[in-house]
C-alpha cells in the first residue's frame, strides 16, 4: 500500500536545542497531517497543511509542505521537556484513507 | 468537553471469545475510524465510515468488523479473537474525511 515515510525514528536533543523531524512520500499528497502522542497517550491533533509550499507556526513549532506536495517537516526551536513525546505525519495519498508515518520519538535532556 | 470515548480501557481475554471495544464521539462528527497501534508498524487504519451505515475497509481490515448504526458510535468487532490482535486500539472521529482527527484515550487488548 502507500507508504510515508518518515525520519528519524528517534531523536535526542538536549533542552534548548532544536529538532526537525521529516516526512516524505513517493506520491503526491492531498494533504499533510501532523500529530503528537505523549508517552501514554493518544495522538493529538497538531496541524493540518493544505497548499504547495504551504508554512504554519504554533509558537516553537514550524510546519512546512513542500513544493510537490510530497514531503513536509515540523521544527522545535528551542526545545523544552514538555515536548517529549511522538510525533507522527499522516498524508493522503490522492484520496485514499490517511497514512501514517512510523512516527519519531523525541527524548528531551535537561 | 468535546471528546472521544472508548470501553474498555483495557481487555485480557482468550482466543475464540468475541468481543466488542465501544467507541463514541460528542461532536457529531461524520466522519470516525479505528486503529491499530503496534511497536515497529506505527498506525495503521482498521476500518473507517464517513457517515452513518457507510464503513470501508483500511489497510488492516482482517479479523476485524464494525457498524455505524448511530452517527456517534462506531463500535469494533472482533468475532474470534487471535493472539496476533494484541494490540493497542484508537477510535478516532473528524467532521469530515479530510479533517485533522480526534482520537479516544485507546484501548489495550491482550488475547492469550
Known amino acids: 500500500g502507500q507508504q510515508v515515510m518518515q525520519i528519524p525514528q528517534y531523536q535526542h536533543v538536549q533542552e534548548g536545542e532544536d529538532f526537525t523531524t521529516y516526512c516524505n512520500s513517493s506520491t503526491t499528497l492531498s494533504n499533510i497531517q501532523w500529530y503528537k502522542q505523549r508517552p501514554g497517550g493518544h495522538p493529538v491533533f497538531l496541524i493540518q497543511?493544505?497548499?504547495?509550499?504551504e508554512v504554519k507556526k504554533q509558537k516553537r513549532l514550524t510546519f512546512q509542505f513542500g513544493e510537490a506536495k510530497k514531503n513536509s517537516s515540523l521544527h522545535i526551536t528551542a526545545t523544552q521537556t514538555t515536548d517529549v513525546g511522538t510525533y507522527f505525519c499522516a498524508g493522503r495519498p490522492g484520496n485514499t484513507p490517511l497514512v501514517f508515518g512510523k512516527g519519531t520519538r523525541l527524548s528531551v535532556i535537561a | 468537553e468535546a471528546q472521544v470515548t472508548q470501553n474498555p480501557r483495557y481487555l485480557i481475554t482468550v482466543t475464540g471469545k468475541k468481543l466488542t471495544v465501544t467507541c463514541s464521539q460528542n461532536?457529531?462528527?461524520?466522519?470516525m475510524s479505528w486503529y491499530r497501534q503496534d511497536p515497529g508498524l506505527g498506525l495503521r487504519q482498521i476500518y473507517y465510515s464517513m457517515n452513518v451505515e457507510v464503513t470501508d475497509k483500511g489497510d488492516v481490515p482482517e479479523g476485524y468488523k464494525v457498524s455505524r448504526k448511530e452517527k456517534r458510535n462506531f463500535p469494533l468487532i472482533l468475532e474470534s479473537p487471535s493472539p496476533n490482535q494484541t494490540s493497542l486500539y484508537f477510535c478516532a472521529s473528524s467532521q469530515d474525511r479530510p479533517g485533522g482527527q480526534y482520537f479516544g484515550p485507546g484501548t489495550r487488548l491482550t488475547v492469550t
Open positions: 497543511l493544505v497548499k504547495s509550499g
Open positions: 461532536m457529531n462528527h461524520e466522519y
